[in-house]
């Protein structure tokens, strides 16, 4: 037996960290390019559920953390806030051979550091190779073999196999630019030296409570951020950002939707995300290693009948998200709404499938109790006794969450994970290799659709092979997804919110100035 060590998806505890009632929420970021304006408005003031952990390269973690760390590094490629396609960066422009396994990158000219010296294909290397073999991100550049800086602005990425999620770490947390003179450095996990268009205001910023952010006049793209200072807050209760709205200590935020009235009555502005994140009960075990009923198909299409998820987004989310049964994400090419009628709620005829499974009695399964996890524990027990299914759950202390869902003592567990582009969704979820894959299922046909997919460089052939990958992991039922869980943004008066939700990146070029919207 193969044994992995343990990976957590860097969006995987943006959600969780939001875990604070029976509601859970997430905050997204989408990707805005905001012209430059003469208004008064000069700072943007937000909050955050959670400290970041470290700023130093190899240890970025995405959700919410992100709206700092993004701010003072570059990365490679960017997402569009508007459709969520890949638009370049750093990178001016990319290329990839006919085999899919070189992909060439082509830096702008002009950049500096912080520092003041000149970003180079030197840097790009130093930083992809230190993040690629340390740190808690190598997986997202794990198809890459070897780097080559030919020139000054050329980097070229040698692939040991096609890898269609790559193009997308390099818009994140995987693709950011360091300074190889300080990068490994401890001063960089709390003022790195990068190419971002923010630095960090040393004097103003308090590690773990505030981060003071000011814009750097010499940025290649500091059109796309109309603010010169940024303030990030960390508030971890929900109901002391709403204070800190109220009170005018913060201008922009994610809310609960029953704040939402009380806040336009206060002369706020409303914009509504329907999904940012997905609760999935995952059923790992789908050879029936550990829980033999998990090996029969019959078995995981009557648990995917067991819940009422329309009733669930009512007493949950009180109506803020979205029933589903499938992972990916709803506004990308490649979801397929008409799969969300394939299980519907059916407890009759999900005790018919266990019986012809031969399980006319049910079974017992434990399942790891999270902190993330609690609220919804009751509803998925009583859920599955409806058809036979008891549920004992196994208290795990916080911060043994990663490894216990990394290993396979659990053959299934409910999570909570940020939304990803679908190429990054199908790694994590479907691939031998990912991390949410903890027994490493694999099928012969499904195999051949995840080669074609990663060896697919034209996107809308490749999102027609993604739909044939979301029906046969829907139809076969290798996971149980239940809802999306979605998000308010609220701002003051002269800020606004870019986007819709299609891109899953957290950005400050997500805020704009309303003269600069026509608002």
Known sequence: MRIRPPHTSPRSLAPVALATTAVLLTTTACDGQAASSSSTTSTLSLAVMGTPNSFAPAQLTEGQQAYVWSSLYDTLLLVDDDDGELRPGAAQRWTYSDSGRTLTLTLRTGMKFSSGSP??????????????????NQTQLAAVESIDAPDDRTVVLKLRNPDASLLHALAGAGGVIADPQTMRTS????????SGPYTLDKGATVNGSVYVLKRRDDYWNKQAYPFPTV??????????????????EINAGSVEVQQLSSLKSAGFTTNRIEATSVATLLLFDRKGEVLKPLGDVRVRKAINMAFDREKMVRLFLKGSGKATEQLYHPLAEGYD????????????GAKKLLAEAGYP???SVRMPSLYFTKPFEPTISQSLADIGIKVT????????????LATRKYPMALVIDGLDPIPVQTRDYFSPNGYRNVFASTDPRLTRLLLKANGETDASKAAEVYKQIDAFTVNNAWTAPVFYIGVHWVTKKGIVFHGDGSSTQNSLRQFGLADQAGG
């Open 231 to 248: 303030k990030i807050k960390v508030i971890s209760d929900r109901a002391a950002s709403v204070n800190a709205l109220k009170a005018g």
């Open 337 to 348: 709404p008409a799969l969300d009628q394939t299980y519907p709620h059916d407890p009759a």
């Open 119 to 136: 970003v180079t294909a030197a840097a790009v290397k130093a930083t992809l190779d230190l993040i690629r073999t340390s740190g808690q």
């Open 361 to 363: 009695d049910g079974f």
């Open 187 to 194: 001063s960089s996990a709390l003022n790195p030296v990068s």
């Open 393 to 404: 759950w196994d208290p795990v202390p916080a911060q043994q969450t990663i490894s216990a």
